[in-house]
Structures are given as C-alpha cells and as structure tokens.
C-alpha cells in the first residue's frame, strides 16, 4: 500500500483540511486538524499503537468507539485511547508499550468543587435515536442536555455512506446515513432548550441520583436529571480465535470510521467474517473506498443481513462462504493471511475443509450487544429512565430513528408536558422497522418483451418502500399498511418514461431498467453504479452478473447517465441479448484474482486463542479454571485477571460463559462477574476536580 488517504470517493467529499504537525516517537508526522490520534496514526501507514505487558505482542486498533483500550497511546505523557483524543498541534504521541508510566508531578494541580446540575431531561447518546428524541422534546420547549462521547453528532449514521431501508415518509427512507445525520443535527440545534455536549463522555450513574460525565474530555459534572434517557447504541461482540489480537483485526464500526469518516485506508485487501447487515455493509464500503474484498464468511447456512446486501457483494465479485468460519488470522506483527474452513451441522470445523487466503486486514462483524448499563443502573437507583434504538433491542438505524421519537414523547408525556396520545401507527411502524427479514420469494422477470420494464432484483420480504415514492408515473406499488411486501409494476399502456429514478434511488442498488423501445431484439438496460465517476467510461467493455453473481457476458458501455437528482448514483447503460437483458443485476467491479486461496493453508501455531484482550486470557487458562471447579468468574478474574482490563469485562465475559457451556455447565451455576461502579476508566484525578484547560464549568 503506496498511499494512506482516500483520494477519491464515490459518495463523500474530499476535502482539503488545514495540516498539523504531531510526532510519533519523536518523528515529525502531518495530520489533518480536527482528526483524532488513530486516525491520523493510520494516515501515516501506522497499525501498532504498542506492545502488551504481558507478552509484548503488538496491539492496533480495535472497535474505534471507546468500549476497548486496544489503541491506547501516550499522548503528551498520559495514557489516552487514540480513537477518542483529538490530535493537537505538536502533540508528542508513543506507543503504549507494557504498563503505562504515570506522569512526573511537580506541581499539586488546583482543584474546585465539582460543579452540580439540575435538568429535567439527560439524554446519553447522540446517535439517531438520541437526537431524534431530543428533537421531539425540543419542539415542546423541554429542557435537555445531550451528552455524546464523539466530536460529531449522528452516532454511526456518520458512517453509513448507502441509502436506508425503511418507510420514506416515517424515517427518511432513500436519503443516505451520512445526510440524515447532518439533516437530524441540524434539526436539534434549532431547538434553544436542548443544550448538546459533544465529546463528553458519561462515566456512571450513582445511587444519589446523579450522573456523573467527563465534559469536554477535561472536567468532571454530575447531573441530576429528573427522567433519563438511554441512547447509547451498541458495542460489537468479539470473537476468539487464534491471531485474533493481531492489528489488522478490528470491528466493523472501526473499519468504517477510518474509511467513511476519517477518510483513510486501513487495509489493501480485507477478509470479512459475519453475513449480517453489518459485514455485509462494510464489505461494499470497502469496494467504494478501492480496497479488495477477498471473501466474507457466515458460520451460518445463509447470510442473516438483508439479501439485496448479499447479492450486491456477490454480482460485484466477492465470494461469500456460508456454512464457514474463521480458524486464524495469520501474521507475526500483523495480518498477513487468513485461514478459514467449513462448519458441520454443530458449528465444528470440518477437516480437510481449511483454506488460507492473503490479506491484510480481518473485519469482525459477528453481531452487537446494547449498550445498556446506564439504563439498568438508572433503574437500580430510582432513576425514572427510558431506552431507545440499539440499546433497548437491536435493529436497523431507520429503527432506531423512529424508536427515539417515540421515546422523546413518552418522556415528555412523564414530564407531564401536553403532547396529546401517540398514535397506535407510531408503534406498529417501530415494530415493522424492527423485523427481521422475511420471506425470500422467486425473482419475477417481465412478460412481454415491449415497451420501458423495470426488473425488481429484491425478492425478500423487508422493510422499504423509496421505489414507490419516486416513480412519477406511480407504477411502483408497495402496500403502505406493511411495507415490508415487494414491489410490483403496475404495466399500463406503457406508461413508463425511463427516468431512472427508481433505479437511483433503490437503496439496495436491485433494479435495472429494460428498454425495448428501439430494439426488442438488443434492448438498452440501465445499470446502477455507486463506484468513482473515473473508473468508467463509455466504450468500456463490463462484466455483467445476474442476482446470485453468474456471469451473463460482457458488454459495451454505451451511456453514462447522471439524474439532477441522482443522490451520488449513476447510471450505466448496455445493449444485450433479449434473454439476457432482465436477468442483468449489476456489474463485477473485481476481478477473481483477488479472492484465490494460497496454494497451502496456513496452521497457525500460537498455543492458544485469546478470550480476554485487555489481559491476555487464553482460552486454555479459563477452561482450566473451570475443569478445576470455579464457577464464579470474579474468582477466575482473581486467578488469571480475565474481566480485570481497562474495558471492565464488556468484551470478555460473554466469551467466558461460551467457555462454560462448552465444558457443559449449566448458566444458572455461573456467577457474573460484579460490574464496576464506573463503565468507562478515566483519571482519578477528575473526581477530585483537578482543573484542565479552562473553566472546570
């Protein structure tokens, strides 16, 4: 890998933000300002961020949301996570290598009383369900503060750069994750009464009734809220298996927030385990950014993520393993291979299966747990307290959105504030956007070879209507009481004029376009294409896949069409065969090279799997406890340091209850381990109001 940047994007702007200069072991480094330390590490070719105590193996970055220490770095002489610090001009940033030295003291710091407020509403999170709750409050003129731990609001709408499923009218369905962020942030900064504390991170909730929060990174405030609402999304679950430390392993969200945010590229050639929305997102993310796909793995006999997802990858190129699992990420320093192997009916590798391909980056996206802890403590204490979006159940974000307005006036109706009923569609829309997905039906092509067709490559039953809302002619039809049903096309007198805009807009890039018009022996097919206007021109001879990725042929670019309207999609156009016109789905945009195996399987030959990232718990230390009798994981915390780390067990313990049920111990004989008073580490000396830069206010 030559360059670090992304210098060209399909869908995002590149911008030309004004250069700092930071030092990595005291080598001068440019960053672009307003970044954060991982970013700008990344930018400049750098994947470890350290060393671990335990057996100095190399550590990168992990989740990039703050739930893990996997990239922490000393900055400026304090140990800091390097995916949550903002660079600074002339930062001086080492690696973490062993424990972190505490910094010299030669001065006692001042320290003030810590400042105390009352609101009547706190909303921790500000994602989509966050704000949209807090634009609900803020229309009835509630006060509210908002308090997120990243220097963007929109949570990971930040990062979702396709359009979204759902209902048009109710969540903005069609419209991309990245412009809802910006059109809900907006939305909540007219509201004078919603007070909104970016970079601010809550740290716990107190049996007093107060909440205490990290402002600005620097001062410490506890608030008491007269209702609090949870909004804090979800923490990717982690896997075990061996190499699964090594940089170069991270999750979804992380590989998104450098690709789709930040703007730099983490990886020249990515394997993917997990078939849900989630991989199968950052899959097409990572084909938009001009890194390869290699292949996805599912442990499971079809993907769980939305088949229109699925076959978006498939017809672009990218082998799809169900049935699959990864058995180690191969490397000294970092990732330079992956072996996998197929699953029996009981998930256990089959010998013989393994195969090993090349690849430098490994993305985990195996699921997500919510994010929750504050609302259950709000409830242990007293607290009236509401959840929303990812941490009450998790779903799509276009769930999430909805699910936060409802939970804004539900808080309001408990401040007492007049909002009148909430409408019973309200809760049925929040449910049909929570379903998982339905049905997959035979894929229908058109019966008569005349006139303009639109082909619905979507045959499965999920939530999503924009296709309906654009047609012009309304030819489109979806059944709004659920519009979780496919589409179908009203053929009439051969209304349809070839606009384009149900193709442009189709969120899950699964309609082309037939026209018979001039030839229905070599009719002219319209193609969506989401890729850099420069990687194609007219005169370009194109691979063309059907639905499940087989190739139907190639074919001549003959137009490139670009709608007023088209949201960053373009249309390509061919002329093919009559019988194989409606069976064209997309357009290879990789080519099979880079997803052949190695010659030879690569047998990873490290002792054990890592369970405990933070400690370096083996998998083998564990069992061994548990073979030894201890049923209660604070003592197996006491013996091996399991759940000890700096991310307080939220990545660990549920892979240690996997452990117990494989050596056949029933969950009711385990002991949780005790949650710590505060879910995220910070200085002790906050809580005794060391004063930072500026006012402790």
Not at 160 to 173: D, E, I, L, M, P
Not at 605 to 618: L, N, P, S
Not at 654 to 667: C, D, K, N, T
Request: charged share 20%; aromatic share 6%; with cysteine.
């Amino acid at each position: 890998m030559t360059g670090y940047r992304i210098k060209q994007h399909p869908i995002l702007p590149i911008p030309e933000p004004e250069m700092i200069e930071f030092f990595w072991q005291d080598k001068p480094l440019s960053a672009h300002k307003g970044e954060t330390i991982s970013a700008a590490l990344f930018a400049n070719g750098i994947r470890t961020f350290g060393h671990h105590h335990k057996d100095g193996s190399p550590l990168g970055i992990f989740c990039a949301n703050g739930q893990c220490a996997q990239c922490m770095v000393i900055a400026d002489g304090k140990p800091l996570k390097s995916c949550m610090e903002i660079v600074t001009n002339g930062m001086r940033v080492y690696p973490n290598d062993g424990h972190p030295r505490l910094p010299e003291v030669s001065v006692v710091p001042e320290l003030k009383p810590i400042p105390e407020i009352d609101i009547p509403v706190l909303i921790i999170g500000g994602g989509p369900a966050g704000l949209s709750a807090a634009i609900e409050l803020g229309k009835l003129g509630a006060e509210v503060i908002l308090v997120d731990d990243k220097h963007r609001l929109g949570g990971k709408l930040v990062l979702q750069t396709h359009r979204f499923f759902g209902s048009s009218k109710a969540v903005y369905a069609g419209t991309r994750g990245i412009d809802i962020a910006t059109r809900l942030e907006n939305e909540v900064r007219a509201y004078p009464s919603v007070q909104i504390w970016p970079q601010t991170t809550c740290l716990a909730v107190f049996s007093d009734q107060k909440v205490g929060v990290l402002k600005d990174g620097k001062h410490y405030v506890l608030i008491r809220p007269q209702v609090l609402l949870v909004a804090t999304g979800a923490r990717e679950k982690f896997l075990a298996f061996k190499g699964n430390t090594l940089p170069g392993v991270f999750g979804a969200g992380a590989f998104q927030t450098l690709v789709n945010r930040d703007l730099a590229l983490p990886a020249e050639k990515l394997f993917i385990v997990g078939g849900g929305n989630v991989g199968l997102i950052a899959g097409y993310h990572a084909l938009q950014a001009g890194i390869g796909v290699v292949g996805l793995v599912e442990a499971l006999p079809q993907c769980g993520g939305y088949k229109v997802h699925k076959d978006k990858l498939v017809r672009m190129g990218v082998p799809i393993y169900t049935s699959h699992t990864i058995l180690s990420a191969n490397g000294q320093d970092h990732v330079e291979s992956v072996t996998i192997a197929r699953v029996d009916e009981q998930f256990q590798p089959v010998p013989g299966s393994e195969r090993s391909y090349a690849c430098d980056s490994v993305l985990i996206a195996v699921g997500l747990d919510p994010v929750n802890e504050f609302f259950h403590k709000a409830n242990d204490f007293g607290i009236p307290a509401f959840v929303a979006g990812d941490a009450e159940e998790i779903a799509e974000a276009s769930a999430a959105i909805f699910s936060g307005k409802i939970k804004g006036l539900e808080v309001a109706h408990h401040l007492g504030l007049n909002t009148g009923e909430i409408p019973a569609e309200w809760y049925r829309m929040g449910e049909i956007l929570k379903s998982k997905p339905g049905n997959v039906l035979s894929e229908k092509m058109p019966d008569l070879p005349e006139g303009v067709l639109p082909v619905f490559h979507c045959s499965q039953e999920i939530p999503c209507d924009p296709c309906s809302t654009l047609c012009p002619q309304h030819l489109i039809f979806i059944d709004q009481q659920d519009i979780r049903s496919t589409p179908k096309f009203v053929q009439d007198n051969f209304a349809c004029k070839a606009c384009l805009k149900c193709i442009a807009g189709c969120p899950g890039l699964a309609i082309t376009l037939v026209d018979y018009r001039s030839s229905s022996e070599r009719p002219l097919v319209s193609i969506p294409y989401e890729f850099s206007r420069e990687s194609i021109h007219i005169g370009d001879q194109v691979t063309l896949e059907d639905t499940q990725g087989d190739e139907l042929g190639t074919a001549e670019v003959v137009n490139i069409r670009a709608l007023k309207a088209n949201d960053r999609t373009i249309v390509i156009q061919v002329e093919v065969e009559q019988n194989i016109a409606p069976h064209i789905a997309g357009i290879r945009m990789q080519q099979p090279a880079i997803t052949q195996p190695m010659l030879q399987y690569v047998n990873h030959v490290t002792d054990d799997t890592i369970v405990c990232r933070c400690e370096h718990v083996t998998a083998g230390e564990i069992r061994e406890c548990i073979r030894n009798g201890y049923r209660d994981i604070n003592e197996i915390k006491t013996v091996t340091r399991a759940c000890m780390g700096a991310c307080g067990a939220k990545t660990c313990a549920p892979l240690i209850h996997r452990i117990f049920r494989e050596e056949g111990v029933p969950y009711d004989q385990v002991t949780d381990p005790s949650r710590r008073p505060l879910f995220v580490e910070v200085g002790l000396g906050v809580f005794a109001g060391e004063n930072g830069e500026g006012d402790n206010q």
